[in-house]
């Protein structure tokens, strides 16, 4: 077995449980062709995220860390038609591709792409007293995973589900030395998840057409008016 067996599982499910949308490869090669960095989600994964979010009945999601919009529009597609996401992206180019993405996949009108900073967005839509989140993906840089996941934790609802893509990377994550600042990222985050009483959290391993990674999955379990007190 080995990584080629890998991608062909994925392309055997892929064709089988995500024909429908396979207009969304179009998306990757669209990414790939701008030059995006090759982090997009795979299909079967952005269904997997997208089966969550209306597991969840998520009506409104948090992204971190947009790209070219890949998961942004799987996570869309969950939405009812009054639910809205809000997605964060430091690049500027990124976020003009995922912009153009979002609107060939005719979501646009309930994505929200955020410009800038993640830390200063999150910080300003809490001072703005945005809304609750239900849904949060954060998949972003992640040498600012534990920022991003505190304030996913002070952004939810009670109930919300968080989601942390790339904490595996290839099983560097057991490196405890490792001067990776992604895997040390990685680590803090599952260390601060480990001691936070306000969440309960699993994680998943993954291999795919992306190798060897995974996801934390965790589940809010405060209500905000406890978090309040
Ligand atoms: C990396 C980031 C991602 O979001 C991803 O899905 C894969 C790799 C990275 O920074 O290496
Ligand atoms: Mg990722």
Not at 2 to 12: E, G, H, L
Not at 82 to 87: F, P
Not at 101 to 109: F, L, T, Y
């Amino acid at each position: 077995m080995s990584d080629t067996t890998w991608a062909d599982v994925d392309d055997y499910f892929g064709a089988l449980l995500a024909g429908p949308e396979a207009e969304l490869r179009s998306v990757v090669d669209v990414n790939a062709a701008a030059g995006l960095p090759p982090h997009d989600v795979t299909l079967l994964q952005g269904k997997f995220l997208h089966i969550l979010a209306r597991i969840r009945g998520a009506q409104r999601i948090l992204e971190i860390g947009t790209l070219g919009g890949f998961s942004t529009i799987w996570l869309a597609r969950a939405l009812p038609p009054d639910g809205s996401l809000v997605t964060l992206e430091v690049n500027s180019d990124y976020a003009s591709t995922a912009k153009a993405n979002c609107e060939r996949a005719g979501v646009i009108s309930q994505v929200s792409i955020q410009v800038g900073d993640a830390c200063e967005s999150l910080s300003r839509l809490h001072a703005d007293g945005v809304d609750p989140f239900d849904f949060v993906f954060i998949d972003a840089d992640k040498r600012n995973n534990v920022r991003y996941f505190r304030w996913a934790l002070r952004l939810a609802s009670a109930g919300a589900v968080i989601v942390v893509d790339n904490v595996v990377r290839n099983g560097d994550v057991l490196d405890e030395s490792s001067s990776d600042p992604s895997v040390r990222g990685v680590r803090a985050v599952i260390d601060e998840m480990s001691r936070e009483s306000e969440v309960v959290a699993t994680a998943l391993q993954t291999v795919g057409l992306k190798g060897y990674d995974g996801f934390v999955l965790a589940l809010v379990s405060h209500s905000r008016e406890d978090a309040a007190q």
